[in-house]
């Protein structure tokens, strides 16, 4: 079955970019049927989408953070990434990654990888 | 942007309760509304889909229901391992927002 693995440094300064690799595995990011999606949770507190990406490259991003997130995505590898730039100790949280099913679910997710914000 | 209300925000039940969850939008999204599990520590996990469809595996007493702008979800009997925080996602218009979430413990 697909599973999805997050990785990324634990600890970013203020300022400074936010980067994150998902790792796809039992499945394929080549594949025309589904979208692959980042979001995050803070600590304590609820979901918040971040974006998703098409194996085409299209994307298409929560308005909020639109400004300052960049999602690529490397087939070859079988990888998608996050990009977020100017980061605050706002965006402290755990980054999940997870299949985008038709636009709709996200089934499965990743474990989550935290990343504080902190100088 | 669609705002989802969930509520309430916590509960306490029994063994063996009946537990309601309900989700509001801010408009109406037809039926697109999701459900999701999730326990300490562990990633989200997908019950319901579409409003009212179980997803594979998922036990039987999970159930969700409603459509335009008033969104039910409910567990017939609430078993232990159901300890959790239940959310709602929508996807109308192509974005995605969840609610705030229900933390559900035992009584």
């Known amino acids: 079955q697909v599973q999805l693995q997050a990785s990324g440094p634990g600890l970013v300064n203020p300022s400074e970019i936010l980067s994150l690799t998902c790792t796809v595995s039992?499945?394929?990011?080549?594949?025309?049927?589904?979208?692959w999606g980042w979001i995050r949770q803070p600590p304590g507190k609820g979901l918040e989408w971040v974006g998703s990406i098409f194996y085409s490259g299209y994307t298409y991003y929560n308005p909020s953070l639109k400004s300052r997130v960049t999602i690529s995505i490397d087939t070859s590898k079988n990888q998608f990434s996050l990009k977020l730039s100017s980061v605050t100790a706002a965006d402290t949280a755990v980054y999940y990654c997870?299949?985008?099913?038709?636009?709709?679910?996200?089934?499965?997710w990743g474990q989550g990888s935290l990343v504080t914000v902190s100088s | 942007d669609i705002q989802m209300t969930q509520s309430p925000s916590s509960l306490s039940a029994s063994v063996g309760d009946r537990v309601t969850i309900t989700c509001q939008a801010s408009?109406?999204?037809?039926?697109?509304l999701n459900w999701y599990q999730q326990k300490p520590g562990k990633a989200p996990k997908l019950l319901i889909y579409d409003a009212f469809n179980l997803e594979t595996g998922v036990p039987s007493r999970f159930s969700g229901s409603g459509s335009g702008t008033d969104f039910t979800f409910t567990i017939s009997s609430l078993q232990p391992e159901d300890i959790a925080t239940y959310y709602c996602?929508?996807?109308?218009?192509?974005?995605?927002?969840f609610g705030g979430g229900t933390k559900v413990d035992l009584k």
């Open positions: 996602q929508q996807y109308d218009n192509l974005l995605v927002t």
């Open positions: 039992g499945g394929s990011t080549g594949s025309s049927s589904y979208y």
């Open positions: 408009q109406d999204i037809r039926n697109y």
């Open positions: 997870a299949r985008h099913v038709f636009r709709t679910r996200f089934d499965p």
